[in-house]
């Protein structure tokens, strides 16, 4: 891949919630797209990536298990309404966590390096042509989430990322240069 095609591929990433929720993708496809997330920088090789795929019914009760925690911690109710089921809008979820680390720091590093992956995740996924969106985990649901998908209780979730094939195109903000400071 040449550079130009390389920033045409990152500029042209959205993330995006049009997708076909009943579309399935194909298990290779998606098992390319988490290997890829594996080669993001990792300090110290620590792996620590923790991935679960929901699909059918586990993507059902992810929303179940969120919107009761919402409930009890006193969201409005037509935002817990909506949890029960949003997780449904894709044929994949793709919960992504990070292992603690043996300090602080590690911990952090840790983060990062998932977060980078799942990066290399969503621009694998636009590159296989699928949509995908990065979504944030719900306040104070965590160690709920952890449970649904298997992982250990001290698991810092950082992304629900939903995948599946576009139904329609999203269009490009302007993006403004950052302030650089060159020193």
């Given at each position: 891949?040449s550079?130009?095609?390389l920033s045409?591929?990152i500029?042209s990433r959205r993330?995006?919630?049009?997708i ?7 298990r290779?496809?998606v098992?390319?797209?988490l290997?890829l997330?594996?080669w ?5 090789r ?6 679960a ?7 059902r ?11 009890a911690?006193?969201d409005?109710a037509?935002?817990?309404?909506k ?7 894709s ?5 992504a966590?990070a292992?603690p680390?043996?300090?602080?720091e590690?911990?952090?590093e840790n983060r990062y390096?998932?977060?980078?992956g ?12 699928l949509?995908?969106l990065?979504?944030s985990?719900m306040r104070?649901?965590?160690?709920t ?10 698991t810092?979730m950082?992304?629900l ?7 329609g195109?999203?269009e ?10 060159w020193?």
């Open positions: 891949m550079p130009d095609e045409a591929l500029r993330s995006s919630l049009l076909d929720a009943h579309r399935e993708v194909p290779d496809v098992e390319h797209l290997e997330l594996t993001a920088p990792n300090h110290k620590t792996w620590p990536w923790r991935l795929v929901l699909t059918g019914e586990s993507r009760a992810l929303g179940e298990a969120i919107a009761d925690v919402m409930a911690q006193g409005d037509p935002k817990v309404a949890t029960r089921t949003k997780y449904l809008r044929p994949i979820v793709i919960a966590g292992a680390g043996d300090s602080p590690r911990t952090t390096a998932v977060a980078a799942i990066q290399n995740l969503l621009l694998a996924a636009h590159a296989h042509g949509a995908a990065w979504g985990p104070g649901a965590n160690a989430i952890n449970d649904v998908c298997g992982f250990d209780r001290d810092e950082l992304g990322v939903y995948l599946g094939w576009p139904t195109v999203v490009t903000p302007i993006r403004p240069m950052p302030a650089v400071n020193l």
